[in-house]
């Protein structure tokens, strides 16, 4: 593999090939986009061509000594930091200031991919910010993340910041035919479901996982008309079934779920990931726009809670009471209140 051989990330790789050209590489990069769409395989691609003995037209040769060790994972001035556990702590950035002692062992260069780097924990980055400060000259950071925002803005400013898309649904169903060989109207389905992740295509490939959304997107348009002590009840069996993860994946579909709703209302010509009921797309012409984007970003704020602990089902309550006020328009307080008094305490 070479850097050019990184799906669907052309802008991406184009600007990398173009410092390479010019031999002006920064000394540290920050790559974003959301998971599962080549950063890691970008940053490993990187490395190779800077490592490369005999790089071809700005590219890695992929067979020269360097090549082979990248590939096998055990090229000395290659190094990984991951988190430990749920984050990335100070020792394993102490741990990495050590190494920049020596010089690279091997080559000119010695890379450092910092993946996750959302979960540097506060000490780690400021320690990991020292460093980018006053870089050891010969080393290239390369920070992974979602976004930008998720990150110190200092260190974000000390970075050249490199943006990588979503997937085009083509890209991601060659991967999942490749992967999976399911049938085409099956790949096809999980393709357009991925929203642009390889990662999410995966995870829907696993059994029963189309099921569960077509079950989430079900309970979403069941919302309309439904009395609240009802949507209590719903939402009880719906958490009482899941597992957290599995909730937070239910949130990202619901999300997807809305982001259709909101290319319904502004007419944006763009392929929607569901098949919506005639009913909710009434229902989603007739609602102001805004609505739908605070709904959207409700969505991404219970996500992020549920990944700090918050609790599973006050969490889906809050989602589905926001979505039946913001799309079907039935914020309906008074007898929500009603509804909790008839609810043994
Ligand atoms: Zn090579």
Request: hydrophobic fraction near 45%; aromatic fraction near 6%.
């Amino acid at each position: 593999m070479a850097l050019g051989d990184v799906a669907g990330q052309q802008r991406a790789v184009r600007f990398l090939k173009q410092l390479v050209k010019k031999d002006a590489i920064p000394h540290a990069f920050l790559f974003t986009g959301m998971p599962g769409t080549g950063k890691l395989a970008a940053a490993v691609e990187f490395a190779r061509v800077l490592e490369c003995v005999r790089p071809v037209e700005f590219d890695a040769c992929g067979r020269c000594g360097p090549c082979n060790k990248i590939s096998e994972g055990v090229h000395p001035d290659l190094i990984q930091v991951r988190s430990d556990g749920a984050s990335i702590k100070l020792d394993q950035i102490r741990e990495l200031r050590e190494r920049f002692r020596f010089r690279p062992f091997e080559g000119k260069w010695r890379v450092v991919i910092i993946r996750d780097a959302q979960k540097l924990l506060e000490q780690a980055a400021n320690a990991l910010l020292k460093i980018l400060e006053e870089p050891p000259p010969g080393n290239v950071f390369i920070l992974l993340a979602p976004e930008a925002q998720m990150l110190l803005p200092t260190i974000v400013s000390r970075c050249c910041h490199v943006r990588f898309q979503p997937l085009d649904d083509t890209i991601v169903a060659e991967f999942v035919e490749r992967q999976s060989g399911l049938p085409p109207d099956r790949v096809a389905e999980i393709a357009r479901l991925s929203a642009g992740s390889i990662e999410k295509a995966r995870w829907l490939t696993e059994e029963d996982r189309i099921a569960g959304w077509t079950k989430v997107v079900h309970n979403l348009e069941k919302l309309d008309g439904l009395p609240i002590l009802d949507l209590f009840q719903t939402v009880s069996e719906w958490a009482g079934k899941a597992a957290r993860e599995d909730v937070e994946q239910d949130l990202e579909c619901a999300r997807l779920w809305v982001r259709d709703l909101i290319l319904l209302r502004t007419g944006a010509d763009h392929p929607l990931t569901f098949s919506i009921s005639d009913k909710t797309k009434e229902a989603a012409r007739r609602v102001a726009p805004e609505s739908l984007f605070l709904l959207y970003k409700d969505i991404e704020q219970a996500m992020q809670n549920l990944k700090v602990n918050a609790n599973l089902q006050l969490t889906l309550e809050g989602v589905c009471l926001a979505v039946k006020d913001s799309v079907y328009g039935q914020g309906d307080w008074n007898s929500f209140s009603k509804g909790r008094q008839d609810l043994p305490l």
